[in-house]
């Protein structure tokens, strides 16, 4: 696919991953900015996450970016439940 698209597999494994993320439920494309911000670039990632230092984080990284779709704490305590118990990687 990289070759097809004349990019880099980093940046193929990069768009994976996020597209994983985005099969947790409640995930939108602008979290999925947040979470890379926050350096949650997967599923596992964000399956390790304690989510009240993520939701924290991704606070003051959604204010200092001026994002205008900041996930609230009980969200992002929803989405590492997700991905620790439903939404398993596609991408290794």
Same mark, same amino acid.
Not at 3 to 25: E, K, N
Not at 44 to 58: I, R, T
Not at 65 to 82: H, L, M, R
């Given at each position: ?28 494309? =602008? ?9 949650? /670039?997967?599923? *596992?990632?964000? #399956? +390790? !996450?304690?989510?009240?230092?993520? =939701? ?9 970016? /001026?994002?205008? *779709?900041?996930? #609230? +704490? !009980? ?18």
């Amino acid at each position: 696919m990289a070759g097809t698209l004349h990019v880099g597999t980093p940046l193929v494994t990069v768009w994976a991953h996020a597209m994983d993320l985005v099969r947790i439920v409640g995930m939108k494309p =602008a979290h999925v900015n947040l979470l890379a911000l926050a350096s949650v /670039g997967g599923l *596992d990632q964000l #399956e +390790a !996450a304690d989510p009240a230092h993520l =939701a924290e984080l991704l606070t003051g990284l959604g204010e200092a970016a /001026g994002a205008s *779709d900041v996930p #609230e +704490a !009980a969200t992002v305590q929803d989405w590492v439940n997700d991905a620790r118990t439903n939404t398993k990687p596609k991408v290794l």
